[in-house]
């Protein structure tokens, strides 16, 4: 009696590959984003609705910091300053020996970031009629590093790495604009702004001593972080912002020669990637669209939200990009077609977790126009990424040869 030999576990996996090729590499964490997103929407607008919005919203029994009165606040005050840490370590690290720390290499980056964040928010403004929407200008100026990074990472060596590195390094820089944004727009000091703004100056100035003073271990730089966090928190300056100042101050070397500002990156990334960002997007993706109909897009507020992530993004970058390379004052990315960089220019209109974020700071007192923020923010996000990956997709036709040549690209946030 025959037997059905086994399959090889070759077989298995090219039978598995296409569908681990989406938990991998840089798809992974845009993915889960992706699927994060999805379930809290489901959440929203089903039978448990109102346990979701009370998991979330509902005041807490008990809590150690009075400002911090439910998990909301937890997440988004709390949770996502160390997501702003693992930031502000990239920064730190590509501005001082990264992709950065170049000036010639810097400069298209950061004028197509620049680009990509006034320019939606003119589109924004121009939409939206300004007035009371006014203070959500900065909504669509922002750049998902992971959701961006994960759609780019469906489309596997097809991408140059030229453009990949192109796209990590602009999400970069319009992360440091985001949080200059933040620090600057949305601060609200209270009657005792002054008092712990000087305590936040004194404890990153006992941090920066640290640095200076060449301590190589952690424990004096985390629990200082967290001091300055709490500083920060009761100020008026988001929280967040802790975050960023802090991994500034954490050295690059170390006196045996190792880094420790990589090491900690490297430490934190996965669980910002794959825990702090998905838990914050469950908390704040999931909308009501109970009794919308798609005439609700057409709201000045998610119609402006949405336009400026899908016509401000892909205009302000490609123009700018366009003009640079015409003029020589920074050439366009290696191997690299004006269609290819039209397909990447799209993709950085993902906005999700920043947008989201500067949403809830521009309507604290307006919970209904936050909702029409993140219809906005989410159907732009969704267009950018299906439209990006179309058009890539298209008109991509580089080998693998070709695309591993490019380069090397760094870690993503």
């Keep these: ?13 090219r039978i598995f590959a296409p569908v681990r090729s989406l938990f991998v590499g840089d798809a992974s964490a845009g993915i889960l984003l992706i699927l994060v997103a999805a379930a809290a929407m489901l959440a929203a607008n089903s039978a448990f609705s109102s346990e ?18 439910d998990l909301h606040y937890w997440i988004n005050d709390g949770l996502m300053a160390i997501f702003f840490f693992v930031v502000g370590l990239e920064v ?51 750049t998902d590093i992971a959701f961006a990074m994960g759609v780019l990472g469906l489309l596997g060596s097809r991408v140059p790495a030229s453009l990949r590195l192109f796209l990590l390094t602009v999400a970069i820089v319009d992360d440091i604009g985001a949080v200059i944004v933040i620090a ?45 966090w709490y500083c920060v928190l009761n100020s008026g300056v988001h929280a967040t912002i802790a975050g960023v100042v802090a991994a500034l101050t954490i050295p690059l070397k170390r006196s045996d020669g190792n880094s420790m500002l990589e090491k900690l990156e490297h430490g934190l990334a996965p669980w910002s990637a794959y825990l702090i960002v998905p838990v914050f997007g469950f908390a704040n993706a999931g909308v009501s669209i109970k009794g919308m109909g798609p005439e609700a897009l057409l709201d000045a507020l998610p119609l402006a939200v949405a336009a400026g992530l899908v016509v401000g993004k892909q205009l302000g970058i490609f123009t700018i990009v366009f003009i640079a390379d015409k003029t020589g004052f920074a050439p366009r990315p290696a191997n690299a077609s004006w269609a290819e960089i039209w397909g ?44 990006g990956y179309v058009v890539l997709r298209l008109t991509t036709k580089h080998s693998a040869e070709d695309c591993d040549d490019q380069g090397t690209q760094p870690s993503g946030a």
């Design 1 to 13: 009696m025959s037997e059905t030999a086994p399959k090889s576990p070759t077989a298995l996996r």
């Design 184 to 228: 600057v727009f949305y601060t609200t000091p209270g009657d005792t702004f002054m008092y712990w703004l000087l305590a936040s100056i004194v404890v990153f100035g006992l941090m920066m001593a640290l640095n200076r003073a060449k301590v190589s271990v952690f424990w004096p730089y985390i629990l200082l972080a967290i001091v300055l």
């Design 52 to 69: 979701y919005k009370e998991l979330f919203y509902g005041k807490l029994p008990w809590t150690p910091i009075e400002k911090l009165k």
């Design 92 to 142: 730190k690290r590509e501005v001082v020996c990264g992709q950065l720390a170049d000036p010639a290499a810097r400069r298209l980056p950061m004028l197509a970031a620049a680009a990509g964040m006034l320019v939606p928010a003119a589109v924004f403004m121009v939409l939206s009629g300004g007035g009371e929407y006014t203070n959500g200008w900065a909504i669509p100026a922002a």
């Design 344 to 387: 990447i220019s799209i993709l950085c209109g993902i906005g999700f977790t920043m947008s989201i974020f500067i949403g809830g700071l521009a309507f604290p007192n307006n919970p209904n126009f936050v909702e029409e923020a993140k219809i906005g923010i989410l159907t732009g996000s969704a267009i950018s990424a299906v439209l």
